[in-house]
Every structure is written in C-alpha cells, then in structure tokens.
C-alpha cells in the first residue's frame, strides 16, 4: 500500500475498529482517523455501546488541529440521536475539512443522511475507501440492524473426510492448537454460543473464552427440546456466564422452574417433538444477541442449515481421515447438486497443517 494517500489511514481507522470486535454488543465496530497537514493528529475507536464513538474520541485527542482536517471513519457518521449525540454534528462543529467514509451505514436511521449532512455544510467527503473491508468487520451488525436476526457463524472442525469424531465418540483433539486459538477469538467476537443437547451430554463443554489474555465469556445457548440437560452440567454455572436454554412447550413446567431458579433464562420456542429454530433466532435477536457461534453436532447444524439460518460457515480441516459415520452434518439432504449451499466471498487459511475455509452461506434451494 502507497503511504500518504486515503486508503493507507483508513486501513489504520479500520485496524483499531478490528481490536474492537466482540466489545460493542449490538453496536458496529467504527474506528476514526483524523490528519492534518500529513500527521495524524487524532484517533479513536467506538469500545463499548453507549460511551463515545470513534469520531469523538478522535476529535478530542485533535483538539484545535481538527480544524481543516480530514477524518478518515470506518462507517458513515451517524446523524441521528441515540445513547450518544449525532458524529456528523460534531464533526461540522469541529469544522473538518474533508470526511472520508468508508461504508455507508445500513441503519435505517442513517443510510446516508450523515453524509448528506455533511455535505450540505460545505464539507467533502469521500465513500467507498477500503469498503469490503468495513463491512466485513461489520457483518453482524449490517444483518441485525436490519432485519433484527442474529448473525450466525456455523463453526466447525473435522477431519478430511468430513467427520467430527472417531466411531466412538472421540474428538480430542482434531484440530491443532493455533486452530482452536482462532476458534476461542471468534468466541470473543461472538455475543452468543450455540449448541445442541447432544454436544452437553456428549462433552459437557463449558463454552467460554480461554485466550492468553482474558477475553469476553458469550452468551451459553443450548438447543435441548426435553430439557434433558443434568443438574451437574458446567453451562448451568452462571457465575461463569449466563446461560439461555432453548426448549418446546412439551417440556416440563416443573424443570423449567428447577433452572429458572438457578438463574437459567428458558426460552420456549415450538410446538413440535423440535425447537422451531426460526422462531429461537427471532427471540434470542428480540435479546439483542446480534451474533450467535454456532458449536454444534452435525443434527444441529445440519437443522440450521437446511433452515437457511447460517450466515457464514467456518470450517477448520485436520489432515486425518478417520472414516465412521459421525458427520459435520447430518440432514437428509438436497435433491439436486444445484441446490447445494455454497460458500461466497471464500477465504482459506492455513493454521500450521490445520486448513481454515470460511465464507458467506448462499442458499440455492429455498
């Protein structure tokens, strides 16, 4: 990348937003840039819902050198009044000189009346430097923005020939440990965790963050429409996180109460013998968890996808092949090979001799 031109500061806008992912709820990720005279006089990153955002905390470090400046932002300024007063008023205020937005804001509140504003006090402003990049980092909140739905994150890691575990039941380990150090930062990133009642019973995991320097615990959520889950299960120790059960109206009253006393929040979500899982994203979004990892079994995943309700799939490959039949997905299957789930936007990865494959579910059978 050249120095000195727009996209070399908005690559630095977008490395603080990047730091920032997991630690905004349900709020983007936005970094911000300001340069004066070829040095950077201020920046800052939007850390948590509810305090400052990038712009002002970029604009406080500039002092009177905002004046006349450029301020290069990861996303469009907002214009309207919510927790925090609008960026694009602060920045007319603060009289800059020329705005350089990467990614227009999909919030129905914004979608480009901050840069009309802007405009219309006389400032310039540049949009559409480094854009793929800002919304990626922002794919969770470009969906939940708009439609309310959590973003999901199908993760799984399996051998070759596509199996999550020997014939027996065992899984540890598939992946090497620079895999499953990726896969506890995506944890981090993530406000949910979700997995089916058959990896409790099977694993008894306890699904938090283990990273060398602490990091955020999701939200534990379980698929369990029985409410088969044991007393002794480690998920139900909230004092660790909170933990969310999802289950039909077919379950006990009685063992709903049991963990609802134990602080267990139970969500009941279908009819059926299964949790109506369309139904389960509509409610855990109504919490705000605007993005859920999915660590499930191939049943559940399997069940996610053929709902159509992955958004991206992350799939970690082991070079073993250890044959049986425990599958990273287990559904009855697509009729034609034109109706198959593909991936788009690939990214590959390689994580010492672990391969990591990642990209946007697109459906072809709905």
């Not at 002002?56 to 007063?85: I, R």
């Not at 402003?125 to 794919?139: M, Q, Y």
């Not at 020939?161 to 944890?187: P, Q, Y």
């Not at 899982?277 to 855990?284: G, N, R, S």
């Amino acid at each position: 990348m050249n120095l000195l031109n727009d996209e070399f500061y908005m690559s630095l806008a977008l490395d603080m937003a990047e730091r920032a992912q997991g630690q905004t709820e349900i709020n983007p990720v936005v970094g911000c840039v300001v340069v004066k005279d070829g040095r950077v006089v201020g920046m800052g990153a939007h850390l948590k819902r509810g305090t400052g955002h990038a712009e002002v905390h970029a604009l406080n470090m500039a002092g009177d050198e905002a004046e006349g400046a450029t301020a290069y932002v990861t996303l469009e300024p907002c214009s309207h009044y919510g927790k925090t007063p609008p960026c694009s008023d602060r920045l007319i205020k603060e009289k800059v000189k020329r705005v350089v937005v990467a990614a227009v804001d999909p919030n129905p509140q914004v979608a480009g009346s901050g840069i009309e504003r802007l405009r219309s006090h006389g400032i310039e402003v540049v949009t559409g430097v480094l854009a793929k990049r800002s919304e990626r980092l922002n794919e969770t909140f470009n969906k939940y923005i708009t439609t309310q739905l959590p973003f999901v994150t199908l993760k799984t890691a399996s051998t070759l020939d596509g199996r999550l575990a020997s014939h027996t039941g065992d899984s540890k380990w598939i992946s090497n440990a620079a895999a499953r150090e990726r896969v506890h930062g995506m944890r981090h990133r993530h406000q949910g965790i979700m997995v089916g009642i058959g990896t409790v019973l099977a694993d008894d995991p306890e699904l938090t963050t283990r990273t060398e320097v602490p990091g955020l615990h999701p939200v534990r959520i379980v698929i369990d429409s029985t409410l088969r889950i044991p007393d002794a299960a480690r998920l139900l120790d909230i004092s660790v996180a909170p933990t969310i059960i999802v289950t039909t109206v077919s379950a006990s009253k009685e063992r709903i109460s049991q963990l609802e006393a134990r602080g267990v929040r139970v969500i009941v979500s279908g009819e059926g013998q299964h949790v109506d899982l369309k139904q389960a994203m509509t409610l855990l979004g109504k919490l705000e968890i605007s993005s859920i990892l999915l660590e499930g079994g191939g049943q559940l995943n399997g069940a996610m996808l053929e709902a159509g309700l992955v958004d991206r799939i992350t799939l970690f490959f082991a070079p073993k092949l250890i044959g049986g039949h425990i599958s990273t997905f287990t559904f009855d299957g697509f009729d034609k090979m034109n109706q198959a789930v593909t991936l788009d936007e690939l990214e590959v990865e390689t994580l010492d001799d672990n391969v990591c494959i990642s990209g946007l579910a697109r459906y072809h059978h709905q």
